[in-house]
C-alpha cells in the first residue's frame, strides 16, 4: 500500500534522508544520465514450484521480501542447478547490486556477499566503470519514494526494470561519488544527524529536510496529545454520568429499587431458568453513587446471548446470513463497512437474529476489543453475531445508557481485571459479564443522562473531525514543502 510522502519521511533512517537531499543537490550540479546509460540489468526468475527436483540444492535464491537495504549474506531458499538451468533464474556474483521490483519491497535494495540467483521480482544491476555500486546503491535508497509515486498497480507497488533503466541519475566524476558514499556510510553507523559530517554545500538542503522532518514529529505528537486529551474528556463525561453527577436527581423519579424489581419480576415471567448471581460486596463498587439508585449486575436484567462458532457444517437448504464480527463492534458505534456472511439453515439462524436495541459486546481479541460494545441499530436485518461476541438485551431501561456504562472506565477496569489471556489475546466469558456490576438509575433519570451524554459526545466527535482536519492539513503542506524542495528533477 502506497504511503505519503510525509509519513515516508517520518520513517525513514537519518542516512537515507541525508541521501536523499545530498541527490538533490547532486541533481541540480551535474550532468544526468539514465541508468540504461551507466549500468546493465537483468531480472531473475522461479523455477517451476511443483518439480521438487528443482528446490533444495545448493544455489541460494532470494526472493524481493529479503531486501533489506544492506547486505545479503545467505537465502531464505535454495535451489539445483537443474532449477537454475531450468527457469530464467541467473546465478549473479558476489557482490551484485539488487533492487526489488515488486510486492510490499519494491524499491528495497541490497548488496549480495554470496553467489547467488533471484526471483523475478528483483533487478539485478551491474554499474558500468563511470559509476560506484556503492554510489548506485545509495542513489536507489535515497530515489525509492519516487520509485513507489510513479509504480503502477492497485494494492502493491509494481516497478519494471523500464521504469529503473529510464531513471535519470547524476553523474560527478568517480572521487566525487566515492566521497558521496563516505559521507553516507559515515552517518548510517552514527544513525544521528551530525552536521559535522556533512560538506557545507549540502548543509542547507539537509537542514531543510530534518526540520520538516521535525515539524511532521512536532506536529505528530501534539496532535496525538489532543486525541488522547479528547480520550479522556469523553471517560470524564462518562464517569460524571455513572456516579450521578452530570444531570440534577428529581425526587418525582422515584427511587431504582422498584425499577429493579419490576425488571426482574419480567424476567421471571419468561420462564426462562437463570442461575441466581451472588450479591455485589461492598469491595466491588468502584464509586458511590445517589440514595435513589442501586448497584446491580449486568446478568440481574439482561438477557445474554452468545453467537454462533464459525466452521461448522450443516446439512439441508442453506442461505446466506450477514454475520458481525469484533472487528465490526467499535466503541460506540458499528462498523458496517465489511461484513461477512455465513450460510445455515433458517432454524438456526433464527436463535441467533439480532434485535433492534440488542448491546452488543465484544469477547475476545486485543486487549483494547475486550468489553468494547454498542448498540445495534438493525442496519441489517435479520443479522447474527459471531461467538466472539455477546448479544446483551434488556427491557425496560434506556439501553443507550447501559451502552455508556459498559463502554465506561469503571467497567473497562472490571474486564481488564476479570479476563483470561491465552498469548496475545483476552477474552471475557459469559459468567464474568454477567457479574458486571452497573448503576442503575430511575428510568427518567436514564433518559436524562442520555440525553447529556448524547449532546457532550457529539461536541467531542466534532473535536475530533478538527483534530483530523488539522492532521490532514498540515500534513499535506508539509508533504507539499518536501515535495518542492526534493522532489523536483531536471
Not at 531473475?44 to 541460494?60: Q, S
Request: glycine share 6%.
Amino acid at each position: 500500500m502506497k504511503i505519503s510522502y510525509a509519513d515516508y519521511i517520518k520513517k525513514s533512517d537519518v542516512s537515507v534522508l541525508v541521501a536523499e537531499a545530498i541527490f538533490h543537490d547532486l541533481n541540480e550540479k551535474y550532468p544526468n544520465k539514465k541508468i540504461e546509460e551507466v549500468a546493465d540489468t537483468t531480472s531473475g526468475g522461479t523455477p517451476l514450484r511443483g518439480n521438487h527436483d528443482y528446490y533444495g540444492g545448493n544455489i541460494p535464491w532470494v526472493k524481493s521480501g529479503e531486501l533489506n537495504d544492506g547486505f545479503i549474506d545467505q537465502a531464505e531458499e535454495y535451489i539445483t542447478d537443474k532449477g537454475l538451468a531450468n527457469s530464467s533464474a541467473k546465478l549473479h556474483p558476489e557482490g551484485t547490486l539488487l533492487i526489488a521490483m515488486y510486492g510490499a519491497t519494491a524499491g528495497k535494495t541490497a548488496i549480495t556477499r554470496i553467489k547467488t540467483a533471484t526471483n523475478q521480482a528483483i533487478c539485478a544491476v551491474f554499474p558500468k566503470p563511470c559509476v560506484e555500486r556503492d554510489y548506485l546503491f545509495w542513489f536507489f535508497k535515497a530515489h525509492r519514494y519516487k520509485f513507489i509515486e510513479m509504480s503502477k498497480g492497485g494494492a502493491q507497488p509494481n516497478i519494471s526494470q523500464t521504469v529503473i533503466l529510464k531513471t535519470p541519475l547524476p553523474i560527478p566524476e568517480i572521487n566525487i561519488q566515492k566521497k558521496i558514499i563516505s559521507i553516507l556510510e559515515r552517518v548510517r553507523k552514527s544513525n544521528d544527524l551530525d552536521l559535522s559530517f556533512i560538506p557545507e554545500e549540502y548543509r542547507p538542503t539537509v537542514c531543510k529536510v530534518f526540520s520538516s522532518k521535525n515539524n511532521i514529529t512536532s506536529l505528530e505528537a501534539e496532535l496525538n496529545n489532543q486525541y488522547s486529551l479528547l480520550i479522556q474528556l469523553r471517560q470524564a463525561f462518562l464517569r460524571e454520568a455513572m456516579q450521578g453527577k452530570l444531570v440534577m436527581q428529581d425526587p418525582k423519579d422515584g427511587h431504582a429499587r422498584d425499577l429493579l424489581e419490576k425488571i426482574k419480576d419480567e424476567k421471571a415471567k419468561s420462564g426462562k431458568k437463570e442461575k441466581e448471581l451472588p450479591p455485589i460486596k461492598p469491595e466491588e463498587i468502584p464509586f458511590g453513587i445517589p440514595e435513589n439508585w442501586v448497584w446491580c449486575r449486568l446478568g440481574e436484567i439482561s438477557y445474554i446471548q452468545t453467537g454462533i462458532a464459525l466452521g461448522k457444517k450443516f446439512a439441508g437448504k442453506l442461505h446466506k446470513y450477514p454475520y458481525l464480527r469484533v472487528a465490526n463492534v467499535q466503541r460506540g458505534s458499528v462498523d458496517l463497512s465489511t461484513v461477512k456472511y455465513l450460510e445455515l439453515p433458517i432454524e438456526i439462524a433464527k436463535k441467533y437474529y439480532l434485535k433492534q436495541f440488542d448491546i452488543l459486546v465484544n469477547e475476545g481479541g486485543d486487549f483494547d476489543k475486550v468489553g468494547r460494545c454498542a448498540i445495534w441499530g438493525a442496519s441489517i436485518q435479520p443479522c447474527i453475531h459471531q461467538n466472539h461476541i455477546f448479544a446483551v438485551r434488556i427491557d425496560g431501561v434506556n439501553q443507550q445508557y447501559f451502552e455508556y456504562a459498559i463502554n465506561s472506565d469503571s467497567s473497562r477496569d472490571y474486564f481488564l481485571g476479570t479476563y483470561k489471556k491465552s498469548t496475545n489475546l483476552a477474552s471475557l466469558n459469559k459468567t464474568n459479564l454477567n457479574l458486571l456490576p452497573v448503576p442503575l438509575p430511575p428510568l427518567n433519570e436514564q433518559n436524562r443522562i442520555v440525553e447529556k451524554l448524547s449532546e457532550l459526545m457529539n461536541l467531542c466527535d466534532d473535536l475530533q473531525q478538527s483534530i483530523q482536519t488539522s492532521r490532514d492539513q498540515n500534513e499535506y503542506l508539509l508533504q507539499q514543502v518536501l515535495k518542492e524542495a526534493l522532489m523536483v528533477n531536471k
